[in-house]
């Protein structure tokens, strides 16, 4: 039997909110709901429509929102039954993506690129120390559906960064990924055609496998430095393809 889920108090927890930044704004409301209605883990939040009404706002800013909180492992969704609390929050525990203040997105990418190469280089050893054959074989889906989409298109950067993700899994520690939501915009800029060029870093696809073969066998030292070279041909390419002056893009 599924338990109803927890009522929506009367409260300014849960209002209509402004066209502007609303994914932050959920976040904060629903954490704010979740700390004023005393919310218990185990117990079921409300329901996407039930937030989508109360909030006004659309079903995928609340199915982003749930899965941002999922992904710092504050709920889980269980299908065919509803969404639930991990663990209480406060709406002090909910922080707002970084962003970075730079007006070129060459200064942002770079900015950027010093952040993830520790934290990718770090969850690269870290998976080819403890995947596990479910682990590889997910990696492995993402990999070929990568190099698909790259033979037919030239570039696949939705692909290129689900598998990089499924190397954050594989690292068993969540927080990688809980870091990564904190600056999930601006990591996200290397995988949509930076400076409109689809042959940003494509000198780095095959490289891909190459990491990929070295988690597979367990070897952290050449998933360290498969991970380093695909982030330099990144570099390189940023320094390449964009202008030092100009319009911020």
Known sequence: MVPPAAPL????????????????????ALAAFIAEGALQPGER?????????????????????IRQFQARGLVETRKGSGTYLLRAITPGAVHVSLT???????????????????????????????????????????LVAMERVHMDQGTAGPEDLQFH???YDA?????FRQLLEQFRET????????????????????????LFDAIRAGDPEAARLKTLGILAIVEEDIQAMSPTTGSPQ
């Not at 060459?106 to 120390?129: K, N, P, W």
């Not at 800029?189 to 940003?200: A, G, L």
């Open 45 to 65: 939040l409300p329901t996407e429509r039930e937030l989508m009404a109360r909030l006004a706002v659309g079903r995928s800013t609340v199915r982003e929102v």
């Open 165 to 167: 993700l499924a190397i």
């Open 100 to 142: 970075i203040d730079a007006g070129l997105l060459r200064d942002r990418l770079l900015q950027t690129l010093e952040i993830r190469r520790g934290l990718e280089v770090a969850a690269s050893e870290a998976a080819a120390r403890r995947a596990t054959p479910a682990d590889l074989a997910v990696l492995e889906e993402k």
């Open 187 to 210: 990591f996200e800029h290397f995988f949509e055609k930076p400076f409109d060029r689809p042959d940003f870093a494509r000198r780095s696809f095959a490289l891909h496998r190459e």
């Open 171 to 175: 690292t068993h520690n969540p927080l």
């Open 9 to 28: 108090p009367a409260s300014t927890a849960l209002q209509p909110l402004p066209s502007a930044d609303r994914i932050a704004a959920v976040s904060a």
